[in-house]
């Protein structure tokens, strides 16, 4: 089995040495424990803020090399915490761990896997600790997989090795209806499909990595959120849907830190655009590109974390696309209510902006896809807008109380 810390369950040795006891009670249940760790607390962010300190055009190996040590300070001190309790442990990197990604740096894709050194390890009766959130690109440079990577490692290390489970442990005690530290009357979720997870997960829900559940799916490893801190079920995601017709939406989502890039006066506008989401994909970077017919002009919403990489590669193209200006509107947020067919629900849209509208929420904008609406509002109303809808939906811990009895 699989079992992976996040950065508050490691955020100090005394609770590393918590989590050496865990992963202890699942090694003397018998299993092949391989567990991968985050960096301890918000170490990459202060190494982030340290670069600000240096330059603020880092070059993006550098980067890398820069932010992979956060986790490898945590394999070391977790093996060493298991083999203090006689446990036989070892530590690697991800290219010890043979984890090999493509080559776009900050945001790298694991390629493939080659576990012949962990399972080595494995048969010799070792638990093997791996760093989460980094690989090795062909040219054998150390690359990072993206903020929130190390839920990928666990669940690509869980889907090669084909373990049985695949547990992460976090400072939640499961997948909520919607972000509990913001929406306090979110109830939590026993269990989720593949795809329900990775709806909430790409439209927000920080708790797993998007990408970590798409790992998972590929050989239908079940993935168990649960707490570090206490005891309790969690929340449990695998292949099967779950029954709840009556209600078609099952969480509101926000991603808090959104820009708006209107560029003006393109001369192909529709080819600029396919240009522009090929130039975007292949960065791996994730935009809402549309067109303003009204205004003749393209615009773009992207996260906070794009936006230097986003403005650089629209710089590239300026000669190109011949493009007049770019304006820039920060300070925004999306949410989302989030479902199965959405799409062919228009009353669900229907009811999001009358919810919003009845609680003074200013709606910038509407989208849809098959499993969300979104509502682009401003940053300083994103709370009211998630906790209104989340009510309105009947998403509430004591409605959904009251439905289940
Ligand atoms: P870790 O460091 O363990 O990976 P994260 O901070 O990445 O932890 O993820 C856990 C956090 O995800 C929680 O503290 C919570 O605030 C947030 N979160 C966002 N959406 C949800 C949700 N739908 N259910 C539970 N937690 C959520
Ligand atoms: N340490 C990395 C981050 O803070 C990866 C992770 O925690 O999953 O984003
Ligand atoms: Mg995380």
Sequence with gaps: MVQKFGGTSVG????IK???ERVMQEKNKGHDVVVVVSAMGKTTDALVRLVSEITSEPSKREMDMLLSTGEQVTISLLTMALQQHGVEAISFTGWQ???RTDSILGNAHIQAIETGRIKNELNIGRVVVVAGFQGITGDGDISTLGRGGSDITA???????KADRCDIYTDVDGVYTSDPRFVPKASKIPSLSYEEMQNLASMGAGV???RAVKHAKKHGIPIYIKSSFEKGRGTMIHGRANQNGSTPVIGVTFEADINRLEIFDCNDIEGFQEALMCELASHHIQADVYKQSCRDSLSLLIKEQDLQE???ILDKEKEKWMYSRIERKG???KVSVIGQNIKSQPAIKIDMCKILLENAVRVKLVGESAISVTAVVEKRQVQLAAESLHTGFGLDYEAVMKASV
């Design 12 to 15: 100090s040795t005394e609770r």
């Design 18 to 20: 918590r989590m050496a």
């Design 97 to 99: 761990a043979g984890i």
């Design 155 to 161: 669940a690509a290390l869980a889907s090669a090795l």
């Design 208 to 210: 797993l990595h998007p």
């Design 310 to 312: 986003v403005l650089s």
């Design 331 to 333: 300070g925004l947020s």
